[in-house]
């Protein structure tokens, strides 16, 4: 609905949502002309996230294109979660149809620098 609320052709593929606690942030992604430039639905919702409730950690992502199917997030948003939401649950959808909750850490079970995360 967020995707379709924007009316931005070309501009708005994808939409996120991101829950604390208790509460919700949900974003789109932000398209730039330059790729490199553009960010994920998932980063800026969890952006928003981070300055509402700074100490709350992500605890569930779910990321949806415009056809309304659940995408995973890409590798980026997976070490931001990690980062914002290291026991988060995140939803992945498998075929378009089928759903699936998954540990963050299953989804990257390797993640980037994870020694300095916990200070070891």
Do not use: Q
């Not at 996230?49 to 779910?62: G, N, R, T, Y």
């Not at 309304?68 to 070490?79: A, K, N, Q, Y």
């Amino acid at each position: 609905a967020l995707i379709a609320r924007l009316k931005r052709e070309g501009r708005h593929h994808v939409a996120a949502t991101v829950l604390t606690g208790d509460a919700a942030f949900t974003a789109a992604n932000l398209e730039c002309v330059l790729p490199r430039g553009s960010i994920c639905a998932e980063a800026v919702a969890i952006g928003m996230a981070a300055v509402a409730a700074p100490f709350a950690p992500i605890v569930f992502s779910v990321a949806v294109n415009r056809r309304g199917e659940v995408i995973p997030p890409c590798g980026f948003c997976r070490e931001l979660l990690m980062d914002y939401g290291p026991d988060a649950v995140i939803a992945v959808g498998e075929d378009g149809a089928t759903l699936r909750l998954r540990p963050l850490s299953a989804l990257l079970p390797d993640a980037y620098k994870a020694h300095l995360r916990t200070g070891g």
